[in-house]
């Protein structure tokens, strides 16, 4: 069956350094989500992306958070310049007509 | 405002023993909600949703619109039922799913 794959596992950075995280949606797939879960805290929707676009981005989702759909097949998420407040599980979907399905989940923690 | 509250954050119970994890939700015009599981150190991954009106393993779900709750039960639980638990209700066209605080079912031999 089919996945949602995500890279890397854990990434550990330096505040203020850049990171990229990386999603392979599902093939057939056409809407795409970030969500991210700081620890002890609930599942909070970042982003959507349909059609090449962002359709809808949250209040978190600020100048420093950016995304991408470069080659077709992978979805990225980028944070500018980390902050200690990043440090989070971040998730990213795809979407048939009626279910999201989620990857496993990239933990960040920024120092 | 759309809202999803599950108010309890853990709930303990023996095998055997039957379940209740409580979710009410806010929501103007009709919802589709879902129920979803996440099993230690697995993904989340969509138990149920109401529109199906499915039980997938024993777990049944019914939207109570005038209590505006989506209670989710099992009569009998398992050990390997363990997990998170989360109410969601997608939003929009766009879909973004918006999520309860998710309940720890711990059950206990």
């Known amino acids: 069956e089919p996945e949602v794959t995500q890279t890397p596992s854990h990434q550990v950075t330096q505040m203020g350094q850049e990171v990229i995280l990386r999603c392979v949606p599902i093939?057939?797939?056409?809407?795409f989500y970030w969500y991210r879960q700081i620890l002890g805290q609930k599942v909070e929707f970042l982003v959507s992306?349909?059609?090449?676009?962002?359709?809808?981005k949250s209040e978190i989702f600020d100048d420093q958070f950016s995304v991408e759909r470069p080659d077709g097949s992978n979805f990225t998420l980028k944070i500018r310049s980390t902050k200690l407040e990043d440090s989070a599980m971040y998730f990213c979907a795809s979407r048939t007509a009626y279910e999201q399905y989620f990857g496993p989940g990239t933990r960040l923690t920024v120092t | 405002a759309q809202r999803v509250t599950q108010p309890e954050k853990l709930l303990s119970v023996f095998k055997g023993a039957p379940v209740e994890l409580k979710c009410n939700y806010s929501y103007s015009g009709s919802p589709e909600l879902f129920w979803y599981v996440q099993y230690s150190r697995q993904r989340l991954q969509l138990l149920l949703r109401?529109?199906s009106r499915e039980s997938i393993k024993g777990f049944t779900a019914d939207l109570n619109k005038g209590e505006t709750s989506f209670h989710l039960k099992k009569p009998f639980a398992q050990e390997e039922d363990s997990a998170m638990y989360y109410c969601?209700?997608?939003?929009?066209?766009?879909?973004?799913?918006?999520f309860g605080q998710g309940t720890e079912l711990s059950v206990k031999p």
């Open positions: 969601a209700l997608p939003y929009n066209q766009g879909g973004k799913l918006i």
């Open positions: 992306f349909y059609n090449n676009e962002i359709s809808e």
């Open positions: 093939s057939n797939h056409l809407y």
């Open positions: 109401h529109i």
